[in-house]
């Protein structure tokens, strides 16, 4: 059996006096799937993602990449084989779209030519065009487009990790749905291994081949939607309760159009302060 691409192993986390934000969680992700872990803000989803890359070491317990200890990984070693798409987007604004996705390649040293056939594959790769965007600012683009453009930063060097922090909380809800339909057929073709965090399970559900919830430390539970749809914890419930509806007469609608769509469209989470 291969290693699993990432283990939390009783990982223990705490920033005292506080009590721990992680406290003996466990999680296996297996190579080329997609988690998505759910929880409200302040339960730890970006603190989950920063111990996969090192930017955290835990106090007790370990993380796993690839079978390793991140404290035995070399931290850049590390982090070039890992994908990081931030909350914020945190795009370079001093840097074109073309120079903010060639960054790691640069970094690598790659010959320019090369460089330049990665960005122009990558940016098409997120359905842009590589002529038009390549050589526009980051403020010369609406959310969305910054988003994609995030995305195609991190998958840069191909890394076999992608991590995603709440990458597509701060879009408009239809712009969202697109990018998840976007991110669903890009992962069909990259195959990475994927933890996207996010405090929205109607997200949650359209992204993961398996959806987690986080509370107060612990993993609630893990495992394929259509289960999590149907726990009865009340932790989960939470969540699920959280989710808009549609008005029944247009919910009728929706589902004898696109049978396979209902209940995925009307995502648009209550805000939650962050
Ligand atoms: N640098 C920090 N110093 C102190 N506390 C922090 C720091 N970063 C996060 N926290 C706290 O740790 C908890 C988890 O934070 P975080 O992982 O960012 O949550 P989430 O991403 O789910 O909103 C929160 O209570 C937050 O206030
Ligand atoms: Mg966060």
New binding site residues.
Partial sequence: MPDPAIEFREVTFA?PP?LP?LDRFRLTVEAGEVVAMV?R???????LLKLVNRLLLPQAGAVLVQGRDTRDWEPIQLRRRIGYVLQEVGLFPHMTVGGNVSVVPRLERWPPERVDRRVSELLELVGLNAQQFGPRWPDELSGGQRQRVGVARALAVDPPVLLMDEPFGALDPLTRAELHAEFRRIQSRVRKTVIIVTHDMGEAFALGDRVGVLDEGHLVTCDLPHRVAASNDIRVRRLLDALPSVPRAHTDAAAAEHPSESGRTASAPPGDGR
Wanted: cysteine-free; proline content about 0%; hydrophobic content about 25%.
């Fill in positions: 920033r506080a934000v929880g803000s302040g339960a730890g989803k970006t603190t």
